[in-house]
C-alpha cells in the first residue's frame, strides 16, 4: 500500500466559494498527479469494474444523462461528459443535493486528477466541522485511486477499507488529512483557532469518538 506520509504530501487542496442560483456554495478542490495517460485514468473513473476496485461499488446508467448509484453512499444523475477531459454530476446523498466534477489534466507524461465538489452552505454544520468532513471523505478515494494505479490488477473491498481505517495507518491517515484540511481552510481565510476546532470534530467523527 501506499506510504500514508506519501499520499498526503502528493495531493493539493483549496477551498474557494461559487455563487449559485440559491445561494452561496462552498467548492472544495482535490487533485493528485498520477504516472499514468489521460486514457488509461480515464478508464479508471468510468469504468464500474475499474471503479469498484479503488472505491465502491457502482451501479446504473453510466452515461450523459444517467443515474447512478454508489453502494452505501451517494447517488445522482451524470450531467456532462467531455471524454477524456471531464465528467460532472449531482452527488445526492440523504435529502442533500450537490454538484461534483472530476478533471482529468496531462501534466508532460503523467497526469492529474482533479476532482471539485461545490455545496450549499449549511452553516451549524460547517460551524462545527468545516471543510474536512467533505475532505476526509474524498481523501480516502484518492488513496484507494493511488493504491489501484500503481497496483492495477489489486482490489480493495469497502470492508478491507473499513478495516483499515481502523488501523494504525488507517488512523494516522485521516489524522493527517485533517491537518492538511486545517491548512487548506486557513489559507481561505478561517480563523486558525476555528479551523483547528473544526477538524478535531471532524477527526473524532470518523473515528467513532464522538
Not at 150 to 177: K, N, V, Y
Amino acid at each position: 500500500m501506499i506510504d500514508v506520509k506519501e499520499q498526503i504530501s502528493g495531493v493539493r487542496r483549496t477551498i474557494g466559494t461559487r455563487g449559485l442560483e440559491a445561494g452561496e456554495a462552498r467548492v472544495m478542490t482535490i487533485s493528485q498527479v498520477h504516472d499514468t495517460d489521460p486514457a488509461d485514468l480515464w478508464d479508471v473513473v468510468t469504468d464500474p469494474e475499474r471503479i469498484s476496485r479503488w472505491f465502491l461499488p457502482v451501479s446504473g446508467d453510466l452515461r450523459l444523462g444517467g443515474r447512478y448509484q454508489f453502494e452505501g453512499n451517494a447517488g445522482g444523475t451524470i450531467t456532462a461528459c467531455d471524454k477524456p477531459r471531464s465528467i460532472a454530476a449531482t452527488w445526492e446523498f440523504g435529502d442533500q443535493v450537490s454538484w461534483v466534477e472530476v478533471r482529468i489534466v496531462p501534466e508532460g507524461d503523467r497526469t492529474r486528477f482533479e476532482l471539485e465538489h461545490v455545496s450549499h452552505v449549511d452553516d451549524e454544520h460547517w460551524a462545527q466541522y468545516g471543510p474536512g468532513a467533505v475532505g476526509l471523505g474524498w481523501e480516502g478515494a484518492f488513496w484507494g485511486l493511488a493504491n489501484h494505479l500503481h497496483h492495477p490488477e489489486s482490489s480493495i473491498t469497502p470492508e478491507q477499507a473499513m478495516a483499515w481505517s481502523m488501523s494504525e495507518d488507517g488512523i494516522t491517515f485521516m489524522r493527517l488529512s485533517a491537518d492538511a484540511w486545517t491548512e487548506a481552510d486557513i489559507a481561505f481565510g478561517t480563523d486558525p483557532e476555528t479551523a483547528r476546532r473544526q477538524a478535531a470534530n471532524t477527526l473524532k467523527a470518523y473515528t467513532g469518538q464522538e
